[in-house]
């Protein structure tokens, strides 16, 4: 045996030693989330996680990093794109900066379930790996609609002389009704209402009491419009890296988090009555009114899309709708 075939039998048994070990190598993500750790989208997960965790053993494991004060919301998609996390627990609204058809998930009218089945989620799929380097897991909120929260009465859906709080979620549609807009993560929305340099916020039906925005909010404007989108998405290099065990064990927990998303619906329902309890007035239009301004709402964010990517809004538009 010359040196040049022993060289090749050691390499060999190298690689095959590295390939097993690599089937019995545990795995550990690293997870950040856009949302503060006490936003209600991070305390639903983080019982899932710990069961993760639990059953996933010698497989896989998630390792919660921290919300914004580890990673700056707006940078959150940025992150996983490169790949300096895995996984971010996020919405389209806060990486737009990666991806503007990101935004677009907030205008889905069917559950998830049904987006599995529909090819939904295979057409955002396609986008995201091309355009994001993501994969996208899971949703994990549903049947979350965006409301208008207000300092001063409005009488007509006319936002003419108001400062409003906003992502790129509820920009056009805010600006088609005359508002001044301001574009803040989360972090910010209580000192702007506290400095007074914004009458008011877009936010959904859940959560504003994690904040302790209830403190500065006087009204809220029904109805509610679009569905918060709030995911688990991952860097594809680190999804591909997975082994098919792995892959198969993280498709059967994102398919359990996701049959939890029956929690929404009572939460919200418990939140709109703990707003009134609290003081927050409900500001509501006449039914005409009120169909016009949602559907307004809808009308201006699909155009939006089709403007900004014909092609990707054009399908989603259509596996989207109901
Ligand atoms: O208002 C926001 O910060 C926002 O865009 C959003 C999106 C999903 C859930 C909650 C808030």
């Not at 899932?48 to 010698?58: D, L, P, R, V, Y």
């Not at 039906?205 to 302790?212: L, R, V």
């Not at 009204?219 to 082994?243: I, W």
Request: aromatic share 12%.
């Amino acid at each position: 045996m010359n040196s040049k075939t022993i060289k090749c039998i050691l390499g060999g048994v190298t690689l095959a030693i590295a390939s097993v070990s690599a089937q019995a190598e545990e795995v550990t993500l690293r997870l950040v989330s856009a949302f503060a750790e006490n936003a209600i989208y991070v305390q639903h997960t983080l019982p899932w996680i710990a069961k993760f965790n639990q059953e996933g053993k010698g497989v896989l494991q998630i390792n919660f990093i921290g919300g914004p004060k580890a990673m700056p919301t707006f940078e959150v998609g940025n992150a996983v794109k490169t790949g300096v996390v895995d996984m971010a627990l996020n919405t389209g609204a806060f990486y737009t900066n990666v991806m503007p058809e990101a935004d677009f998930l907030k205008l889905t009218q069917i559950p998830v379930s049904e987006q599995r089945k529909n090819g939904a989620f295979e057409a955002i799929n396609s986008v995201w790996n091309a355009k994001g380097n993501m994969q996208y897991l899971a949703r994990l909120a549903e049947n979350q609609p965006f409301h208008l929260y207000l300092n001063k009465k409005i009488d007509k859906p006319d936002l003419g002389g108001l400062k409003i709080r906003i992502t790129p979620v509820y920009r056009d549609f805010f600006q088609a009704l005359n508002a001044n807009v301001i574009t803040t993560p989360p972090g910010e929305v209580y000192t702007a209402l506290e400095r007074g340099v914004v009458d008011g916020y877009g936010w959904p039906i859940g959560g504003i009491f994690d904040f302790n925005w209830n403190e500065k909010t006087k009204y809220r404007v029904d109805p509610g419009f679009y569905d918060a989108e709030v995911s688990l998405v991952m860097n594809l290099d680190s999804y591909k890296r997975l082994t098919d065990v792995q892959r198969a064990y993280l498709q059967k927990q994102l398919l359990a988090l996701e049959a939890q998303n029956t929690f929404w619906t009572q939460y919200g329902v418990d939140e709109t009555a703990r707003q009134a309890k609290a003081g927050i007035e409900t500001i509501s239009f006449d039914k005409a009114t009120a169909k016009q301004f949602r559907d307004k709402a809808y009308d201006i964010a699909w155009a939006a899309a089709l403007k900004q990517s014909p092609d990707v809004a054009a399908k989603f538009k259509a596996l989207f709708s109901k």
